[in-house]
Each structure stands twice: as C-alpha cells, then as structure tokens.
C-alpha cells in the first residue's frame, strides 16, 4: 500500500536548478534508506544519492557538489536539490526507499516512485 510520487522535474537551461521531492504514503511505520535514481532511454538506471534515516549521504561522483539529498521524516518526503545542471543530467528520475508497514506482518517494503523527466537544455 505504500506509494511514492516524485515531483519538480522540469525543462531547465543548463545551469539553472530544480528541486525534486519524494512524498511517501501509505500505511508507512519508518523508511530507512531512500535514494534518487535516474535513467536515460538505452542506458541502465544509475544511483544518483541516497540518504539513510540518521542521515548518512552518499552521491555519485557525477553528482557531487551539485546536488545535495535531504529528508524530512515527519513528512516522509525526501528531495534533491539539483544545481548547475548540465545536458547530461537529462534523465528521468526515480525515487526509491524501502522500509516498514504499519501493519504487522508484512515484510519491508521496497519500492519506486513513478518518475519525473528532468531535461536540461544548452
């Protein structure tokens, strides 16, 4: 039952920025890790940023120092503020998280978002 709906992608010029959100929901009882992907047409998915539930970030070497990840565990919404972004940032964007349902029982869940189109223009 648990959804995730990313948001903010966009049409931007190279160098500009965009902040993508992550709003999860659903009979959710704590998210543990949760991370941005993206993927381009005829390429494999590719980790952008992940972030635990303490705090801990990771970033992908083409990602660091444009794009920071953050989270907000009250609102169970994750975002990824992407700056100076280049054509080659154009992908669509997953989001991804994997935690516990409030129902007991269940196993974790582990799911995707549906995805927003960011493209970068020069």
């Known amino acids: 039952q648990v959804q995730l709906v990313e948001s903010g992608g966009g049409l931007v010029l190279a160098g500009g920025s965009l902040r993508l959100s992550c709003a999860a929901s659903?009979?959710?009882?704590?998210?543990?890790?949760m991370g941005w992907y993206r993927q381009t047409p005829g390429k494999q998915r590719e980790l952008v940023a992940t972030?635990?539930?303490?705090?801990?970030?990771r970033y992908a070497d083409s990602a660091k120092g444009r794009f920071t990840i953050s989270r907000d565990n009250a609102a169970n919404t994750m975002y990824l503020q992407m700056n100076t972004l280049k054509p080659e940032d154009t992908a669509v964007y997953y989001c991804?998280?994997?935690?516990?349902?409030?129902?007991?029982?269940?196993?974790?869940?582990?799911?995707w978002g549906q995805g927003t189109q960011v493209t970068v223009s020069s």
């Open positions: 991804h998280a994997d935690g516990l349902h409030r129902r007991p029982g269940l196993p974790r869940f582990v799911i």
């Open positions: 659903g009979s959710i009882f704590s998210i543990d890790e």
């Open positions: 972030i635990t539930g303490r705090g801990t970030t």
